[in-house]
């Protein structure tokens, strides 16, 4: 179904998204990553939010070991669709990990953007999140994520550029 590409795949492999076999579950995911259709980042979205534990490790780890250009929007639509402050708060981390690993800079806006949200009565929260912003920008380390970082230390917030600033002196 994978190498058919088609969204008319997409019902069927979601269906197997719902197993517990963690092989099926693998092999699934990288059949929808590879098909190029909104209903397909839905589905992966979908699953990312409804794991927890080893399954969710099982899917970011098969979207990881593509190594597939076409993975770095999906996971950049997850860090945009997804509350980073609410139950969501683990699936944003193990997106952004994922992102630092795969190193592209179609990731940089999303992730800086990420760095900027912040949720006034969660000061813990905005900062672990801001944190995990940053060292995913600095583990990219282009020069555009470079630029990005000096940026966030430039014109975000004072807590925000306190952050920034720290990470960019240990990066120089």
Do not use: C, M, Y
Not at 63 to 83: E, F, M
Not at 105 to 117: H, M, N, S, T, Y
Not at 124 to 135: Q, V
Not at 142 to 166: M, P, S, V
Request: hydrophobic share 50%; proline share 4%.
């Amino acid at each position: 179904l994978g190498t058919i590409g088609t969204a008319a795949a997409v019902a069927p492999l979601q269906t197997l998204l719902r197993r517990t076999d963690l092989r099926v579950l693998r092999t699934a995911v990288a059949s929808l990553a590879a098909i190029d259709d909104a209903s397909a980042v839905r589905a992966l979205h979908t699953v990312l939010k409804a794991t927890s534990g080893e399954a969710r490790a099982a899917v970011i780890s098969a979207l990881v070991g593509l190594k597939d250009p076409r993975v770095v929007p999906i996971l950049t639509r997850i860090l945009q669709d997804s509350d980073p402050f609410g139950p969501e708060n683990p699936l944003v981390h193990e997106t952004l990990n994922a992102l630092a690993t795969l190193r592209d800079e179609r990731a940089i806006a999303p992730i800086a953007a990420l760095a900027r949200r912040r949720r006034w009565l969660s000061w813990g929260a905005t900062a672990r999140l801001r944190d995990a912003s940053l060292r995913a920008l600095k583990r990219i380390g282009t020069e555009k994520a470079k630029a990005a970082l000096a940026d966030l230390a430039a014109t975000g917030d004072f807590f925000l550029k306190r952050q920034a600033a720290r990470l960019a002196r240990e990066q120089a």
